[in-house]
């Protein structure tokens, strides 16, 4: 009888593997959506939004960029106009402007729709300007301790900032890094955010903050990518706490495959809900360069 036990389910495992069929799962899609990927931040320059519509699950290769759109963003006094590129589109950029500190800023974008009745989908964001730090006083690279058993590891070395954080809790400090004028932070899931719960006020990496806290590296840089001169730029942005929770959403997020996680599912700040979605963000920006010596 075991025999026999061991047998039927092995007859089954041979039936399943004997069945080479392609199948195709016939998924329901809807009403494309509007991506939006937008900033406004305190820096002298052309600040950009771009729009686009989401693609179905069989085609997600093919994005078609939202053109013809009317793209303004406001702080309820100033109206400053997002303008299409001639030579991108769905890509809108400002002048060279600068935002302010602690100002809210509304982003308006009118989406030109057959459907619509006015002719334009009305969608809206808005996004508060946190404070930021004063400076980064210095940024230090140190090779890693060398762990038994990974002897590699001395070949890597860690970038620590130092600056005195804000003792307002809700602020995040996003990092960006440029590496002789080559963005390492070019996407989304490549930016990394220091949430400052329960160290807010802290002198980041120093020694009140050690005591009860490892050191917080924001990049990491083998031997071989480092040479005498190399320029190394961190960008510190502060951003509110729900921008860092929608980049948590959309590094989790496994794709546009409806049957493991779908984009949609991500977190969006524009509204009316179930048009758009992505993220508008303003937010203030300090830099700090430093060059590499081989000595």
Same mark, same amino acid.
């Given at each position: 009888?075991?025999k026999?036990?061991?047998?039927? @389910?092995l007859?089954?495992?041979l039936?399943?593997?004997s069945?080479?069929?392609?199948i195709?799962i016939d998924l329901?899609e809807?009403?494309p959506?509007?991506g939006v990927?937008?900033s406004?931040?305190d820096e002298?320059?052309?600040?950009?939004?771009i729009?686009?519509?989401? *693609?179905d699950?069989?085609n997600?290769?093919?994005?078609?960029?939202?053109t013809?759109?009317k793209?303004?963003v406001?702080?309820?006094?100033?109206?400053?106009?997002?303008?299409?590129q001639?030579?991108q589109?769905?890509h809108y950029?400002?002048d060279?402007v =600068?935002g302010?500190?602690n100002?809210?800023?509304?982003?308006?974008m009118?989406?030109?729709?057959?459907? =619509?009745?006015d002719?334009f989908?009305h969608?809206e964001?808005?996004?508060?300007m946190?404070?930021n730090v004063?400076q980064?006083d210095?940024?230090?690279l140190?090779?890693?301790p060398?762990m038994?058993?990974?002897?590699f590891?001395?070949t890597?070395?860690?970038?620590?900032?130092y600056?005195?954080?804000l003792?307002?809790p809700?602020?995040v400090?996003?990092v960006?890094?440029?590496?002789?004028s080559?963005?390492?932070?070019?996407?989304l899931?490549?930016?990394?955010?220091?949430p400052? *719960?329960?160290? *807010?006020g802290?002198?980041?990496?120093?020694?009140?903050?050690?005591?009860?806290?490892m050191?917080?590296?924001?990049?990491?840089?083998?031997?071989s990518?480092?040479?005498?001169?190399?320029v190394?730029?961190?960008?510190?942005?502060?951003?509110?706490?729900?921008?860092?929770?929608?980049?948590?959403?959309?590094?989790m997020? *496994?794709?546009s495959?409806?049957?493991?996680g779908?984009?949609?599912n991500?977190i969006?700040?524009v509204? @009316?809900?179930?048009?758009a979605?992505?993220?508008?963000? =303003? =937010?203030?920006v300090v830099s700090k360069e430093?060059i590499?010596?081989?000595e």
């Amino acid at each position: 009888m075991k025999k026999l036990l061991f047998l039927i @389910p092995l007859m089954l495992l041979l039936t399943l593997f004997s069945c080479r069929e392609d199948i195709v799962i016939d998924l329901e899609e809807g009403e494309p959506l509007i991506g939006v990927e937008g900033s406004f931040t305190d820096e002298l320059k052309r600040h950009e939004v771009i729009l686009s519509y989401t *693609a179905d699950f069989y085609n997600s290769d093919d994005i078609k960029m939202v053109t013809g759109a009317k793209v303004v963003v406001t702080d309820g006094v100033d109206t400053i106009p997002y303008l299409e590129q001639p030579d991108q589109p769905g890509h809108y950029l400002t002048d060279s402007v =600068a935002g302010k500190k602690n100002t809210l800023y509304r982003l308006l974008m009118d989406v030109p729709s057959l459907e =619509a009745a006015d002719g334009f989908v009305h969608l809206e964001a808005e996004s508060y300007m946190n404070d930021n730090v004063d400076q980064i006083d210095s940024l230090a690279l140190k090779q890693n301790p060398v762990m038994p058993g990974a002897a590699f590891l001395d070949t890597v070395f860690m970038l620590y900032p130092y600056f005195q954080s804000l003792p307002d809790p809700s602020i995040v400090y996003m990092v960006k890094i440029t590496e002789d004028s080559v963005s390492m932070s070019d996407t989304l899931t490549k930016v990394f955010a220091i949430p400052m *719960a329960g160290y *807010a006020g802290y002198y980041v990496n120093g020694p009140e903050m050690l005591e009860n806290n490892m050191e917080i590296p924001v990049a990491m840089m083998t031997i071989s990518e480092l040479h005498d001169g190399k320029v190394i730029r961190l960008d510190l942005v502060s951003i509110p706490m729900d921008y860092m929770i929608f980049l948590f959403n959309v590094s989790m997020s *496994a794709g546009s495959n409806p049957l493991m996680g779908s984009p949609t599912n991500v977190i969006t700040n524009v509204k @009316p809900s179930g048009k758009a979605v992505g993220w508008f963000y =303003a =937010a203030s920006v300090v830099s700090k360069e430093m060059i590499y010596s081989m000595e």
